[in-house]
T-cell receptor, first 110, second 113 residues
Framework: DGGITQSPKYLFRKEGQNVTLSCEQN?????MYWYRQDPGQGLRLIYY???????QKGDIAEGYSVSREKKESFPLTVTSAQKNPTAFYLC?????????FGSGTRLTVV | AQSVSQHNHHVILSEAASLELGCNYS??????LFWYVQYPGQHLQLLLK??????LVKGIKGFEAEFIKSKFSFNLRKPSVQWSDTAEYFC???????????FGAGTQVVVTP
């Protein structure tokens, strides 16, 4: 079955460390997205990519980085520059058959 | 810049009451529109979507939404809510000419028995 896989589901990191969240899709979708969900703030767009080797900043890109070396993969790195990294991170992809969301990664920085 | 506004952050209503959640967007071109629901402890689920055609869209679980182009709105409605409709509801918009898919801030709906 086609879908998006985000891993891990839960992630704990020490303050000051970079951490990379994985997002893989086998839907052959061109566009992929990273969102951050915080209570009372909905989903805010971090980065998105419409094609391999290209990506654009979303509304809250500071402290994050991405790469899109393969169509199937869009990893998100939460850097030490992100002031408040503890959140729920959601990956999505978009193709001709619509949007698909991953199950999310809950990152907790201690 | 493109934005998506949901008018209410919290809505509390009784079972059998009617529900209407507002959504407005600021992009002037052609858009695709979506409503998603997130039940407590669960993932986002698509309720309905509008791409083109009839501006009144029927979704799952008795929800519908009406696209009014002149008002840049895509309001979600349900004639009679149930306790199980307690959830957070998100409006989302993507201009068809480019790929920035954005969500509104969400509306927390609580249905009391």
């Amino acid at each position: 079955d086609g879908g998006i896989t985000q891993s891990p589901k839960y992630l704990f990191r020490k303050e000051g460390q970079n951490v990379t969240l994985s997002c893989e899709q086998n839907l052959n979708h061109d566009a992929m997205y990273w969102y951050r969900q915080d209570p009372g703030q909905g989903l805010r767009l971090i980065y998105y990519s419409q094609i391999v080797n290209d990506f654009q900043k979303g509304d809250i890109a500071e402290g994050y980085s991405v790469s899109r070396e393969k169509k199937e993969s869009f990893p998100l790195t939460v850097t030490s520059a992100q002031k408040n990294p503890t959140a729920f991170y959601l990956c999505a992809s978009y193709g001709t058959n619509g949007y698909t969301f991953g199950s999310g990664t809950r990152l907790t920085v201690v | 810049a493109q934005s998506v506004s949901q008018h209410n952050h919290h809505v509390i209503l009784s079972e059998a009451a009617s529900l209407e959640l507002g959504c407005n967007y600021s992009y002037g071109g052609t858009v695709n529109l979506f409503w998603y629901v997130q039940y407590p402890g669960q993932h986002l689920q698509l309720l309905l979507k509008y791409f083109s055609g009839d501006p009144l869209v029927k979704g799952i679980k008795g929800f519908e939404a009406e696209f009014i182009k002149s008002k840049f709105s895509f309001n979600l409605r349900k004639p009679s809510v149930q306790w199980s409709d307690t959830a957070e509801y998100f409006c989302a918009v993507i201009p068809i000419s480019w790929g920035k898919f954005q969500f509104g801030a969400g509306t927390q709906v609580v249905v009391t028995p």
